[in-house]
């Protein structure tokens, strides 16, 4: 396999081609330092799509706080003896391109030989220390915007089973997981937000109540506000719903209130084990017009699909409606 072409980056006092075994980089003043990792098998057939989703899944949690991606390392797991050395370039490549989409600066990695393909970024970010968002933000009356609709799981899962037109399929999951949740940043720093998550594994219902007993305060979603990929509605009908978001209704249903009144199949994707969701952003009252119209203008979505109640919740509490 031909090296892969990593541009030169200032921040950079090691040179990605001098086989360090670490990376040095110019750490700007005044700023935090956010850490994150994340990897998973791949979710599409195509290794260059996969390692854009991957790249940009890991990307979200810097993006979910409201910071801005300064540097990744590779998470790699290839059966090198199985496959050809191209897909594992191809899915370097996907990935490469996302974090200089981002910004970010590629620092290096770490590669192991596996039986399953595996891919990730480490990502390091950079973050106001004074003001960043979290999931003990949300405060009673905020409204709450969500950036990207639900579905991926669904998709994924008929992918897998291979149900419908696969290029279809494929395309959708790739349109809406490898966007960068870059634009939802900048509305957090812009208005000073305090509560934000990103919607993956515990799909929009296990990470708002996540939120929720974080912040001590019940939340109530509107499930018929919240944007749905409309594949995805179609196939979840026919049962295509996976098994971890089976999983997280259960597991959630505790401290979720009205789940019987909603339709069964917006309520299963409410709960939907999402790759690369958008982000769930809490805004104040009288900052929610501003921010549909910053989102907007980007071109992302802007869906109001609930607020956070005056009601305390010190284990977390979902009024679905």
């Not at 670490?22 to 700023?31: I, S």
């Not at 939120?211 to 409309?230: C, E, H």
Request: hydrophobic share 50%; net charge negative.
């Amino acid at each position: 396999m031909s090296e892969l072409s990593i541009p030169v980056d200032p921040r950079l006092l090691t040179g990605a081609g001098d086989n360090e075994d670490a990376a040095v980089l110019v750490l700007p003043p005044g700023k935090a330092l956010v850490q994150t990792v994340d990897f998973f098998t791949p979710v599409v057939n195509d290794p260059f799509r996969f390692g854009q989703i991957a790249a940009a899944n890991a990307l979200s949690d810097v993006y979910a706080m409201g910071g801005t991606p300064y540097a990744a390392m590779n998470i790699v797991c290839f059966p090198a003896k199985k496959l050809p050395t191209a897909i594992l370039r191809d899915i370097l490549r996907g990935g490469l391109s996302k974090v200089l989409e981002a910004g970010a600066a590629l620092a290096g990695g770490h590669s192991v030989e596996d039986e399953e393909i595996k891919f990730g970024l480490a990502v390091t970010g950079l973050i106001d220390p004074a003001g960043f968002a979290s999931n003990k933000g949300l405060r009673p009356g905020d409204r709450l915007i969500l950036t990207k609709p639900l579905g991926t799981g669904v998709l994924a899962t008929a992918l897998k089973a291979g149900e419908g037109d696969p290029d279809a399929l494929e395309t959708l999951i790739w349109r809406w997981a490898s966007h960068l949740n870059r634009a939802g940043a900048e509305v957090i720093q812009s208005l000073g937000l305090k509560a934000a998550t990103d919607i993956t594994g515990f799909g929009l219902g296990g990470h708002l109540l996540e939120m929720s007993k974080a912040s001590g305060f019940a939340a109530r979603l509107d499930t018929g506000a919240v944007p749905m990929i409309a594949e995805a509605v179609h196939l979840a009908g026919f049962g295509f719903v996976p098994a971890g978001s089976h999983c997280n209704r259960r597991f959630f249903s505790s401290r979720v209130m009205g789940a019987q009144a909603v339709d069964p199949i917006r309520r299963d994707l409410v709960f939907d084990a999402q790759t690369s969701g958008g982000l769930l952003l809490a805004v104040p009252a009288c900052k929610l017009d501003r921010a549909v119209a910053m989102l907007l203008a980007a071109g992302e979505l802007a869906d109001v699909v609930g607020e956070v109640l005056d009601e305390p919740a010190p284990n977390g509490l979902l009024h679905l409606a």
